[in-house]
């Protein structure tokens, strides 16, 4: 199983950016379709960004969608997220999180296996 380690998070105001990266261990990073999830404090945790295994295709929830971009470099077994915009509603524990390796990319919070441990993202007003 791939391992995930998340970092990048912190506090920022408003309309603020920040760039979070997920360094995976494991030999087969590339067969997995990979994503980002949150989880705000008594919130379920839910879908934010995912990108298929050769990162040609990407997804967004709605709500960040324009103001957020998922990137992976299968060579370095990383993926990351580039948060521009951020707004309060942002802030939540952002955890990178591996879909499965017999099924394409998704949208669905569901779709993802695991997830590393998280990092967390504070948005100030």
């Known amino acids: 199983q791939v391992q995930l380690v998340e970092f990048g998070g912190g506090l920022v105001q408003a309309g603020g950016s920040l760039r979070l990266s997920c360094v995976a261990s494991g030999r087969t990073f590339s067969d997995y379709p990979m994503g980002w999830l949150r989880q705000a404090p008594g919130k379920e945790r839910e879908f934010v960004a995912a990108?298929?295994?050769?990162?040609?295709?990407?997804m967004y929830a709605d709500s960040v969608k324009g103001r957020f971009t998922i990137y992976r470099n299968n060579t370095k077994n990383t993926v990351a997220l580039q948060m521009n915009s951020l707004k309060p509603e942002d802030t939540a524990v952002y955890s990178c999180?591996?879909?499965?390796?017999?099924?394409?990319?998704?949208?669905?919070?569901?779709?993802?296996?695991?997830w590393g441990q998280g990092t967390q993202v504070t948005v100030s007003s």
């Open positions: 990108i298929s295994r050769s990162g040609v295709t990407t």
């Open positions: 999180a591996a879909g499965s390796r017999y099924s394409g990319v998704s949208s669905r919070a569901r779709a993802f296996s695991f």
